[in-house]
């Protein structure tokens, strides 16, 4: 499955808390919490964030475990 | 994996072969080595497959698979490490090692989740340290086989590419989970902290651990997106009552004191995945788990490497178990 395009819903959903997915990447995990946190320090980041999320799938999507949690999203 | 504890002697034979090669070891064995296409670290603890050992004689090799085409060595200084992510080869990973409590361990440390490209490409390695005899009488240090320079700062780095048909991913295996006592928050970043949020109420940090006679060997952790991350405690000043760690706190995230998991061995062996196929590459394992879990002589089963001042898996991480695995597409 392809990495949904940034300006896909999914990725605000994610950061904004109303759609929760638990993934199986590393590097996803990591860079999901850390803008779900940084979305309470910081509400007005909503679109980088997401972007931020964006970029972590499409640069790692060759990864076993991003294939599998990047059918998860949509 | 296969027996990486050599000789230095051994060592040097593999390097003159042309063998691309990761290694670990005791700051005087680096001196012997000839030039290559090697990278190293100073640390004389080890996981072997017959136990952990302290050794000051032997280092632990990792050998690059002959079908990896390219591994280039790059020096980074505290301020050029945010570079790391961009530079990385587009397939492959990226090896760290960086001295323990040098300039750069704290930039990379306080700084790794903000650098351009975070995450973007596998990353992983460690922090270099010394006998815990020597603590303060000696520097760790990092070594660049290419150049034959070493380092009490910075990082040296093998950006390592990788066929199409391979694939590498980083991963973690965390023996600790959040215990069920108040969550904590932290007022600001740092590797320090006074006063804490104890259920959104500030109050001193150190009396709240010492009224509640928290067992410090056991760390803080915090779930990033599902990914339990330690922080671990270096101590308490009862005079300044200010709480040192081994790696920063951030505000804004939420804490809980650990809570093991049993004898650590026993843990281990049930919950790291298991490798018939071969695939698990580099390893690596925290100082902290390796004395307060009693390793020294004790085994985890194939699962050998380096036993560390810090981890990483793209950013730095405490009391906590590094891995990377590489398999066919």
Same mark, same amino acid.
């Given at each position: 499955m392809a990495v949904p395009s940034k300006l896909h819903p999914i990725w605000s959903q994610l950061v904004s808390g109303k759609k929760h997915l638990e993934f199986e990447?590393? +590097? $996803?995990?990591?860079?999901?919490? *850390?803008?779900?946190?940084?979305?309470?320090?910081? !509400? +007005? +980041?909503? &679109? /980088?964030?997401?972007? /931020?999320?964006?970029?972590?799938? +499409?640069?790692?999507?060759?990864?076993?475990?991003? *294939?599998?949690?990047?059918?998860?999203? $949509? | 994996m296969k027996q990486p504890m050599h000789e230095p002697a051994a060592v040097a034979e593999l390097i003159r072969a042309g063998k691309k090669l990761l290694l670990a070891g005791?700051?005087?064995? #680096? @001196?012997?080595? !000839?030039? %290559?296409?090697?990278?190293? @670290?100073?640390? !004389?603890? #080890?996981?072997?497959?017959? %136990? %952990?050992?302290?050794?000051?004689?032997?280092?632990?090799?990792?050998?690059? &698979? &002959?079908?990896? &085409?390219?591994?280039?060595?790059k020096y980074y200084d505290e301020k050029a490490i945010a570079n790391i992510f961009g530079e990385a080869k587009p397939h492959g990973f990226s090896f760290i090692m960086i001295p323990a409590m040098s300039k750069t361990h704290v930039a990379f440390a306080v700084n790794a989740p903000t650098y351009p490209g975070f995450a973007s490409r596998p990353l992983l390695g460690w922090i270099t340290g010394v006998d815990l005899a020597e603590v303060g009488k000696?520097? !760790?240090?990092?070594?660049?086989?290419?150049?034959?320079?070493?380092?009490?700062?910075?990082?040296?780095?093998?950006?390592? @590419?990788?066929?199409?048909?391979?694939?590498a991913e980083v991963d973690i295996l965390n023996m600790f989970k959040p215990g069920s006592g108040e969550t904590i928050e932290f007022l600001e970043d740092g590797f320090t902290a006074t006063d804490a949020l104890i259920e959104g109420r500030r109050q001193s940090f150190s009396a709240y651990l010492r009224a509640k006679s928290v067992d410090i060997r056991l760390p803080l952790v915090a779930d990033f997106g599902g990914a339990m991350i330690n922080t671990s405690f270096q101590g308490v000043d009862e005079s300044t009552h200010i709480v040192s760690f081994y790696a920063p706190v951030f505000k804004g995230v939420k804490y809980k004191i650990a809570a093991a998991e049993g004898d650590y061995v026993d843990s281990f062996a049930r919950k790291m995945p298991h490798d018939e196929s071969g695939q698990l590459f580099f390893s690596c394992n925290c100082i902290l788990n390796y004395i307060h879990a009693g390793l020294e002589g004790r085994k985890t089963g194939a699962v050998t490497g380096p036993v560390t001042f810090g981890e990483i898996a793209y950013q730095l991480l405490n009391q906590t178990l590094v891995y990377l695995r590489i398999s066919d597409v």
């Open positions: 990447s590393l +590097a $996803v995990k990591i860079v999901f919490g *850390r803008v779900r946190n940084e979305i309470v320090r910081n !509400p +007005a +980041a909503g &679109p /980088q964030l997401a972007s /931020q999320l964006h970029d972590v799938f +499409a640069t790692n999507e060759t990864l076993p475990s991003v *294939r599998k949690d990047l059918l998860k999203l $949509v | 005791d700051e005087r064995l #680096f @001196g012997s080595l !000839p030039r %290559g296409s090697w990278v190293g @670290g100073t640390i !004389p603890y #080890f996981m072997t497959d017959k %136990g %952990g050992i302290n050794t000051h004689d032997r280092m632990y090799v990792t050998e690059l &698979p &002959p079908y990896v &085409p390219e591994a280039a060595i000696k520097l !760790p240090r990092i070594f660049n086989g290419e150049s034959g320079e070493s380092y009490s700062d910075g990082a040296i780095v093998m950006h390592v @590419g990788l066929p199409d048909h391979k694939v």
